[in-house]
T-cell receptor, first 115, second 111 residues
Framework: GAGVSQSPSNKVTEKGKDVELRCDPI?????LYWYRQSLGQGLEFLIY????????KSGLPSDRFSAERTGGSVSTLTIQRTQQEDSAVYLC?????????????FGNGTRLTVT | DQQVKQNSPSLSVQEGRISILNCDYT??????FLWYKKYPAEGPTFLIS?????DKNEDGRFTVFLNKSAKHLSLHIVPSQPGDSAVYFC??????????FGPGTRLSVLP
């Protein structure tokens, strides 16, 4: 079956512009996560959607970052007024709601470059 | 403060030998641990996991060991192959919060 799909795969934007990153999780997965990986760094948690519960936004680095998940499936991560430090690979992952023995399945990421 | 640590940024191993990747954690509430492998330009892929009720889990060439008292886990790859060259991430979950990842260890398996 299809894995986690992210689009675009690469995005170059000018400082100050808004960007939207899209994630299509694996069908049937009710939990969805956004992480980012800056150059030479590990995976930084951003936000987590679990079923119909309120999302865990504790990892969002500033109020310029927001995310939504429509219909319990597709998610969009929006970064407003992008800054150069936002440049990173943004990774989406999904899993089953019951996380016992349910690992995250990642997409290939969106590489964002802010010039 | 990093809750999941991988103190070796890189590791080089000869093909056919054992690779041992280490991970330490600080939160005693973590009870499910995973290892992911990441190739360049790809997302991390799940490799193997272990629940805190176990101290060992094996899958083919990959074995994960968990020492709860030491808050330490390790991934053993035997025998190592050139295709194993990648960045390996240790991750932890405490059943109710998000997954916390370590900074990764870059493994190079030399032919």
């Amino acid at each position: 079956g299809a894995g986690v799909s992210q689009s675009p795969s690469n995005k170059v934007t000018e400082k100050g512009k808004d960007v939207e990153l899209r994630c299509d999780p694996i069908s049937g997965h009710t939990a969805l996560y956004w992480y980012r990986q800056s150059l030479g760094q590990g995976l930084e948690f951003l936000i987590y959607f679990q079923g119909n519960s309120a999302p865990d936004k504790s990892g969002l680095p500033s109020d310029r970052f927001s995310a939504e998940r429509t219909g319990g499936s597709v998610s969009t991560l929006t970064i407003q007024r992008t800054q150069q430090e936002d440049s990173a690979v943004y990774l989406c992952a999904s899993s089953f709601l019951d996380r016992l023995d349910s690992p995250l399945h990642f997409g290939n990421g969106t590489r964002l470059t802010v010039t | 403060d990093q809750q999941v640590k991988q103190n070796s940024p890189s590791l080089s191993v000869q093909e056919g030998r054992i690779s041992i990747l280490n991970c330490d954690y600080t939160n005693s509430m973590f009870d499910y641990f995973l290892w992911y492998k990441k190739y360049p330009a790809e997302g991390p892929t799940f490799l193997i996991s272990i629940s805190s009720i176990k101290d060992k889990n094996e899958d083919g060439r990959f074995t994960v060991f968990l020492n709860k008292s030491a808050k330490h886990l390790s991934l053993h790859i035997v025998p190592s192959q050139p295709g194993d060259s990648a960045v390996y991430f240790c991750a932890a979950d405490n059943y109710g919060q998000n997954f916390v990842f370590g900074p990764g260890t870059r493994l190079s398996v030399l032919p």
